[in-house]
């Protein structure tokens, strides 16, 4: 498993690779985020070609089990965010991969 990057190490490596301000990239990706959240909230799917697409799907109302005293509960319906990665984005993933697996052998 590979390291986590964090917002702040997202924030550092678009603010050099951009040539920009930490201020001002971090300002740019939270505006991104924010207007993300803002269209999957309206039902809108928001797709980033050769990334990735982010929809919304319906989530049926269930019966659950309460893990501590086993007894039953209903869980409600509700509408939850998804992501498909996109064709680049699976296949910059899956190269890296493959990479190590030779290495191994």
Do not use: C, H
């Not at 997202?10 to 690779?17: Q, S, T, Y």
């Not at 924010?34 to 799907?57: E, P, Q």
């Not at 501590?68 to 409600?76: A, R, V």
């Amino acid at each position: 498993m590979g390291k986590v990057v964090t917002k702040a190490d997202l924030v550092d490596k678009v603010a050099k690779e951009a040539d920009l301000s930490k201020a001002k990239t971090e300002v740019a990706i939270n505006a991104v985020m924010k207007n993300i959240k803002a269209a999957l909230a309206k039902g809108n799917d928001v797709t980033l070609v050769g990334f990735g697409s982010f929809t919304t799907a319906k989530r049926a109302a269930r019966t659950g089990r309460q893990p501590q005293t086993g007894k039953s509960l209903k869980i409600p319906a509700k509408t939850v965010p998804k992501f498909r990665p996109g064709k680049g984005l699976r296949e910059a993933v899956g190269k890296k991969k493959a990479a190590k697996k030779k290495k191994k052998k």
